[in-house]
């Protein structure tokens, strides 16, 4: 029944995929928030923040147009976060833990999706681990610029390494034969686990 | 006889295009003379303002190279904006009002140019906005982070917001048979009015 | 003896190249020293600065995938540089000029590379120019705003005159037939003798 196992994989990865916009694109929201900006101003920060890791991958993988570009609906799920958290921001920001959380959840989901895609495109697991915290940290490191906020990467936090814990851990799964849905679950929860801890 | 149909088309977007090229590159050149820097740093200032915008819609876009390798002579109408400005800045320096009025005039064009350019590459209209939209604010948000200063991103006014209606008027009215120079002048409009009325 | 003039071109070349990702590597790790990042954050810091301008030469030149995932070995060497960088920071770290000193080899060493990579791609000297002043500069600048420094454009000091001396010096020779590696040291020295003159 491999129809069955390419289904359940293609659930797990569309989800994390999806999960990963979705958190992202929330965190940008709350911080336009925090800059008291006007909704479009929400959206512009979802929409960095949520497809700005990918595009990079993109563009340094050179499978361009971009990958929102060819699918368009990527910039609808963000825009609709956007608009939601807009109309919940008075109930959402004053919880700054939430946007870390949401960070959080968004670094592991692409930490494991960057290194697939890599691993992808050219087979090297070193590429395929730089692409992994790359598509993880840069939707992240670009919301703080724009909002010249303090680096996330500067924080004594753990980040850059829960990202690339989520991506090696995914692609040694993957190179000992493990099953892809279950190197992603792996790969997810190695990069939670030590974001998330260190929360 | 649409040739002449034509001419008038390309002369409004060609008119468009050169339009803000040299407003966003003054308005770089302006940024360097507010931080004292040398005639090279002018000629940076000028360039990464000026083709700023366009390079980031071409990368993500995929129309590489990025439309200044292929017309050089887009870099040297940078360069002729920047000295320009270096030897009369003393007489325009302490007019800040005009590095505003100077991007108002880049971000309306821009927002055309680049949601035509969205267009015509992917023909989604969602797309287009979005170009749009980047093609209009990027130049102004690299001089921004480049030069240290807060992003005009977070001051309190209507500047994507401005962006967006440029690019949403071209498209909707392309969409309906509009023809090219009519659509790009309402968009123009659109975009200026409401950045404009802000300053 | 065609070959031993090409082994003797190719041998300044490749060196040029390499001297260009170990020094900005190190100079990024050095950054990373300073804001008293983990070791991860220092393997980030290489290798954001040592392959970051020849990255954004590559996507604007269209020259996909970019240099470093077609051949990963260049992120080893930043790995490499920043591990040693990171055991041997308590020895370095008070010597903020030895990131300068390694800032202007790495300045000099990739105007000239990066001129020499856009002369290759689109035959335009103007480009390659450009192309050389982008690749010398960014990673540095780059570097300045993952750090939350102030950007070194912005310092009173020759840098992007520095780029554009070797780049324009190495054009320059080049067009006038003098070989390649030659053309290649006069870019360098210019770069070099500007740039550590200004320290």
Same mark, same amino acid.
């Given at each position: 029944?491999? =129809?069955?196992?390419? =289904?359940? +994989?293609?659930?797990?990865?569309?989800?994390?995929?999806?999960?990963?916009?979705?958190? $992202?694109?929330?965190? #940008?929201?709350?911080?336009? !928030?925090?800059?008291?900006?006007?909704? %479009? #101003?929400? @959206? $512009?920060? !979802?929409?960095?923040?949520?497809?700005?890791?990918?595009?990079?991958?993109?563009?340094?993988?050179?499978?361009?147009?971009?990958?929102?570009?060819? +699918?368009?609906?990527?910039?609808?799920?963000?825009?609709?976060?956007?608009?939601?958290?807009?109309?919940?921001?008075?109930?959402?920001?004053?919880?700054?833990?939430?946007?870390?959380?949401?960070?959080? %959840?968004?670094?592991?989901?692409? !930490?494991?999706?960057?290194?697939? %895609?890599?691993? +992808?495109?050219?087979?090297?697991?070193?590429?395929?681990?730089?692409?992994?915290?790359?598509?993880?940290?840069?939707?992240?490191?670009?919301?703080?610029?724009?909002?010249?906020?303090?680096?996330?990467?500067?924080?004594? +936090? %753990?980040?850059?390494?829960?990202?690339?814990?989520? *991506? !090696? *851990?995914?692609?040694?799964?993957?190179?000992?034969?493990?099953?892809?849905?279950?190197?992603?679950?792996?790969?997810?929860?190695?990069? $939670?686990? @030590?974001?998330?801890? *260190?929360?």
């Amino acid at each position: 029944m491999p =129809n069955v196992s390419a =289904n359940k +994989e293609s659930g797990v990865l569309t989800l994390l995929d999806y999960a990963g916009v979705v958190v $992202f694109a929330a965190a #940008g929201a709350l911080a336009a !928030s925090r800059k008291q900006l006007d909704i %479009i #101003g929400f @959206l $512009f920060f !979802s929409a960095v923040t949520g497809v700005g890791g990918g595009t990079l991958r993109d563009l340094i993988l050179g499978r361009l147009p971009v990958f929102w570009v060819k +699918e368009p609906i990527y910039i609808l799920v963000c825009v609709a976060t956007g608009i939601l958290v807009f109309f919940t921001a008075h109930f959402v920001e004053w919880r700054y833990k939430l946007l870390l959380w949401l960070d959080a %959840i968004g670094l592991a989901a692409y !930490s494991v999706m960057g290194a697939l %895609i890599g691993l +992808e495109t050219t087979g090297s697991p070193i590429i395929a681990i730089v692409t992994g915290m790359l598509t993880a940290t840069c939707g992240g490191v670009l919301r703080d610029i724009l909002a010249d906020e303090p680096s996330v990467l500067l924080r004594p +936090e %753990i980040y850059i390494t829960a990202a690339l814990a989520g *991506a !090696s *851990a995914f692609v040694l799964c993957h190179a000992q034969g493990v099953p892809l849905y279950l190197s992603a679950a792996v790969g997810f929860a190695a990069a $939670f686990a @030590l974001r998330g801890g *260190a929360l």
